[in-house]
């Protein structure tokens, strides 16, 4: 359920030499706080739209009733 995309991470390297290269790197990076709440937050409206029209659904009359004769 992504919202915006997935995020890609690309690495290149120059001039690597065999003594470094099974080395772990170490890879940091800034994670905003409104990406955080991104997911959670359309996950609650997604279920308060769902609720809210099975609410309106739900007080909806659809009997089928017959005409009041006047006389």
Do not use: H, Q
């Amino acid at each position: 359920m992504d919202t915006i995309g997935r995020t890609a991470l690309t690495i290149k390297a120059n001039n690597i030499v065999d003594e470094l290269r099974d080395r772990e790197i170490i890879v940091t990076y800034d994670y905003p706080l409104l990406a955080g709440l991104r997911k959670p937050l359309v996950i609650f409206l997604s279920f308060l739209s769902l609720f809210a029209a099975a609410w309106v659904i739900g007080s909806l009359d659809v009997g089928i009733k017959g005409r009041k004769k006047t006389s």
